[in-house]
T-cell receptor
Framework: GENVEQHPSTLSVQEGDSAVIKCTYSDSASNYFPWYKQELGKGPQLIIDIRSNVGEKKDQRIAVTLNKTAKHFSLHITETQPEDSAVYFCAAIGDKLIFGTGTRLQVFP | NAGVTQTPKFRILKIGQSMTLQCTQDMNHNYMYWYRQDPGMGLKLIYYSVGAGITDKGEVPNGYNVSRSTTEDFPLRLELAAPSQTSVYFC????????????????FGPGTRLLVL
């Protein structure tokens, strides 16, 4: 079946460094790719999204890139801060909504 | 707006008991969804609804039932609780459906943690 692979499952970085999380999807019909941040004990919150007609999108310290040919999309966080520590989920939406398995990001002061 | 609210926050059930997880949204969204999230895993869609009176199965519907009598409410029913249903349940809503042009952004509730013993 269709799936979304997400790597790495855990990521530890020093405050101020960059973090990159990568996802690969299999459904060619996918055309919308949101990223969610989930803090402990809370529901996922949308942080950025990208559509299939766009290659890159940036919002302050967060950026997402999309390579439709390779079916890859990535989340980039620059100048990480301790409050960026959370679990991040990618998702691919076409006829179905499929979530990745999540990346636990820890930012150490 | 309160957004998406869920009750209860936490519940312990015995095997074979039944319960209803409540979900309400005040954003006038037409689409609503129920997900379960197992430890270390992503979200899996249980059921969804495209509007009042219309529901459909998601990826993992067995053991669950839903109803959508109003735009605001989308309760999830467990009839005979099993240990495999121990999970965190999230309700979400969106204005447009997945794949349609427009806002597919889903807004999630805070979750209900369910433990079946």
């Amino acid at each position: 079946g269709e799936n979304v692979e997400q790597h790495p499952s855990t990521l530890s970085v020093q405050e101020g460094d960059s973090a990159v999380i990568k996802c690969t999807y299999s459904d060619s019909a996918s055309n919308y790719f949101p990223w969610y941040k989930q803090e402990l004990g809370k529901g996922p919150q949308l942080i950025i999204d990208i559509r299939s007609n766009v290659g890159e999108k940036k919002d302050q310290r967060i950026a997402v890139t999309l390579n439709k040919t390779a079916k890859h999309f990535s989340l980039h966080i620059t100048e990480t801060q301790p409050e960026d520590s959370a679990v991040y989920f990618c998702a691919a939406i076409g006829d179905k909504l499929i979530f990745g398995t999540g990346t636990r990001l820890q930012v150490f002061p | 707006n309160a957004g998406v609210t869920q009750t209860p926050k936490f519940r312990i059930l015995k095997i074979g008991q039944s319960m209803t997880l409540q979900c309400t949204q005040d954003m006038n969204h037409n689409y609503m969804y129920w997900y379960r999230q197992d430890p270390g895993m992503g979200l899996k869609l249980i059921y969804y609804s495209v509007g009042a009176g219309i529901t459909d199965k998601g990826e993992v519907p067995n053991g669950y039932n839903v109803s959508r009598s109003t735009t605001e409410d989308f309760p999830l029913r467990l009839e005979l609780a099993a240990p495999s249903q121990t999970s965190v349940y999230f309700c979400a809503s969106s204005y447009h459906s997945m794949g349609n042009r427009g806002s597919e952004t889903q807004y999630f509730g805070p979750g209900t943690r369910l433990l079946v013993l």
